[in-house]
């Protein structure tokens, strides 16, 4: 499984880097206003400083200036994916973008059914927004399991299931279970899926008692 991450904060990206579980990069425009930065100039950074996809998205509503949008956004670098709305219009944008062998990301699904129409434009992501669906008080990972049954059946879609909108290490791992290509994580999580109190304390143990021997290795 391969884990984006999404932020649009370089800073909190590098680290994050180093520890070398990153494989991509989403962001939207709530994460770009929050980083305060202008999106052409922050996206660059990032697609250098990540090899892997970097999801851009367009914010016209429109077919033809988000396919302008979009061709300005993958112009920044080889491994940006353009991400459009799942609408009527992004999802004409999505089947002109793909044909025009550009990376598109479709955003904001929330439906079985719109994931089957994002694998028939041809996109290269669907983003499932399961954390949102948790808060109406669903269990967004049954989305899924659902898309997921729905690509096995149909091997000629090549479209990858991003899980997005992750809140918890548990939405990770579910999405492992069920086979998920890609989940994007916040930073809290992915720093968080390290954690557990047994992994402090057995280490906290073993170097106590290591003291005691009075040796050292190096
Ligand atoms: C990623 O592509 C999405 O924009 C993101 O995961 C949304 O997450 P949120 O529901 O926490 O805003």
């Given amino acids: 499984m391969r884990f984006f ?26 994460l770009i206003a929050k980083s305060g930065r202008n999106i052409l100039e922050v996206t660059k950074e990032i697609a250098d400083v990540v090899p892997g996809p970097v999801s ?11 396919i302008e ?7 920044i670098a080889d491994n940006i994916a353009v991400k459009v709305p799942l609408t009527v219009d992004g999802l004409r944008t999505c089947k002109t973008l793909s044909s025009q062998g550009t990376m598109v990301n479709v955003t904001l699904c929330f439906s079985a059914a719109q ?21 109406m008080g669903m269990d967004g990972m049954e989305l899924i399991e659902s ?26 791992e579910r999405a492992a279970e069920m086979g998920a290509d890609v989940g994007t994580l916040p930073p809290r999580v992915l720093w968080d899926m390290y954690q ?6 057995g280490l906290d143990d073993f170097l106590s008692d290591w003291g005691r021997t009075g040796q050292s290795i190096l």
Avoid at 5 to 30: H, W
Avoid at 56 to 66: K, L, N, P, S
């Fill in 147 to 172: 898309i997921k049954d729905i690509y096995d059946a149909y091997p000629q879609y090549s479209t990858e299931i991003l899980v997005a909108s992750i809140r918890t290490p548990r939405h990770v």
């Fill in 196 to 201: 557990h109190p047994l992994t402090s304390k």
């Fill in 5 to 30: 991450v999404d932020t649009a904060d370089v800073t909190e990206l590098e680290k994050l880097v180093v520890t070398g579980m990153v494989d991509g990069v989403t962001t939207n425009p709530s």
């Fill in 56 to 66: 851009a998205e367009v914010t016209a509503t429109d077919y033809d200036t988000m």
């Fill in 115 to 135: 994931a089957l129409l994002a694998a028939k434009a041809g996109a290269t992501f669907i983003s499932p927004f399961v954390g949102r669906l948790d808060d």
């Fill in 69 to 75: 949008e979009g061709q300005k956004l993958a112009k």
